[in-house]
């Protein structure tokens, strides 16, 4: 059995720093990309970032230069350093990590951590 659990979400004001962390545990033979998305309300949840298994990492344009993804060197953690947060930031933020396991590979969400900028 996977878990795949976020932690850091809260609320924050404009031009502040937050950082979230998500850690994925259990019968794991190896994680390749884990990544970061979000879902503001009334639209479609949308990528954040992306990092692989090498250290291979992707960006939305909206947070490029602001958000930045890193894992730990255990690979099972996968952190986002945001910094100069708006209020279009303001969404619900979901862990992703495609794991592969004895049942085979899937991809496993987290259950989503609710970051709140402020004006």
């Known amino acids: 059995q996977v878990q795949v659990v976020e932690s850091g979400g809260g609320l924050v004001q404009a031009g502040g720093s937050r950082r979230l962390s998500c850690a994925a545990s259990?019968?794991?033979?190896?994680?390749?990309?884990m990544g970061w998305y979000r879902q503001a309300p009334g639209k479609q949840r949308e990528l954040v970032a992306t990092i692989s298994s090498g250290g291979d990492t992707n960006y939305a344009d909206s947070v490029k230069g602001r958000f930045t993804i890193s894992r730990d060197n255990a690979k099972t953690t996968v952190y986002l350093q945001m910094n100069s947060l708006k209020p279009e930031d303001t969404a619900v933020y979901y862990c992703?990590?495609?794991?592969?396991?004895?049942?085979?590979?899937?991809?496993?969400w987290g259950q989503g951590s609710q970051v709140t900028v402020s004006s």
């Open positions: 992703n990590a495609n794991i592969w396991t004895s049942g085979g590979r899937r991809d496993y």
């Open positions: 259990g019968s794991i033979i190896s994680i390749f990309i």
